[in-house]
């Protein structure tokens, strides 16, 4: 550092200060970004798929349940599309619809190659529920029809196919939500984790510009102090003191000035010692040509007087 310029010195501690500055704003702007997608996967996927699963769930189950009441029971008059097991039946679907719905809005939106297999994997699960769901509609429209006209033994016929296609529905149930409640906890811990690093880096690199900083302000103060000093010396030889000399040892700018100013202070004062002593000549020459010792000639060559 001792060979650099003052201005280098100054230039490099504001450059070190500023990257690492741009380095800790970066950081910590991407990090940001990463914490914001994974909101964004929660907030708009994740959190309400978990809740279409719950209310799906819950519907499939009103609708099983509504099944086994009508095996046991009496002809109803309320049959066909106003049953509750049609109506659970019509709720599961839609929620069905839903949730592929929301996977189709969220999936282009999403940058992270985890959460986008993830919700792939969540949509063709959705879809085969669906299927599953078509096929146990079908079997519990005709099922219920032979069941509320008084026909169970026909009605359970259609039974093993309305068992089969539930249990698909759950088993794909269970899993979309057993997948949801890990890519929840997964994208959560990435977040806290994403959150903590942000703050662990750019902090760290925020006190490296902090430090960098104060070196530049310590190392502008010192390097700057000796100006005052060369500005009294430099008055001094302005107002007639030749003599005056700058103690100012430095291998830098402030340095060679120093040393310059030196130089000319000792050449005005050289020359101002020749002007003085041929004043002084002339003046001798002077009162001599008074008191008569010296005379003029024609040609003004000074002689002295026999």
Do not use: W
Not at 87 to 95: M, N, Q, R, T
Not at 124 to 150: C, L, N, T
Not at 155 to 180: M, Y
Request: hydrophobic share 45%.
């Amino acid at each position: 550092m001792g060979r650099l310029s003052l201005r280098a010195r100054i230039l490099g501690a504001f450059l070190l200060s500023f990257l690492s500055f741009c380095g800790a704003l970066l950081f910590g702007l991407a990090q940001l970004e990463s914490i914001g997608g994974g909101l964004e996967v929660l907030d708009k996927g994740y959190l309400p798929l978990s809740k279409v699963v719950s209310q799906m769930e819950a519907y499939q189950g009103r609708l099983e349940l509504d099944l086994e009441r009508l095996e046991g029971s009496r002809p109803r008059p309320l049959t066909g599309a106003s049953s509750v097991s049609m109506v659970s039946a019509e709720k599961v679907e839609g929620h069905i619809d839903g949730g592929l719905a929301l996977i189709q809005e969220v999936l282009p939106n999403i940058q992270d190659t985890e959460e986008k297999a993830t919700l792939a994997a969540l949509k063709g699960q959705f879809e085969r529920i669906k299927e599953a769901h078509q096929v146990q509609q079908s079997a519990v429209e005709d099922y219920q029809q032979r069941a509320e006209a008084g026909n169970v033994a026909e009605a359970q016929v259609i039974k093993p196919d309305i068992q089969e296609a539930q249990t698909q529905i759950h088993t794909e149930i269970g899993q979309v939500s057993s997948r949801i409640d890990s890519a929840t906890q997964r994208v959560s811990e990435r977040t806290t984790q994403a959150q903590k690093r942000a703050v662990l880096v750019s902090g760290v690199l925020a006190l490296v510009a902090l430090v960098f900083g104060s070196l530049m302000l310590i190392l502008a103060v010192v390097s700057l102090r000796p100006i005052t000093r060369l500005t009294s010396e430099v008055q001094r030889i302005a107002g007639g003191d030749y003599a005056a000399r700058t103690e100012i040892k430095r291998r830098d700018e402030l340095g060679i000035l120093a040393s310059e100013i030196n130089t000319m202070a000792a050449s005005i004062e050289a020359r101002d010692e020749a002007l003085r002593t041929r004043a002084e000549e002339l003046d001798a020459v002077l009162n001599a040509i008074r008191l008569g010792l010296v005379v003029v000639d024609s040609q003004g060559v000074a002689l002295v007087n026999p």
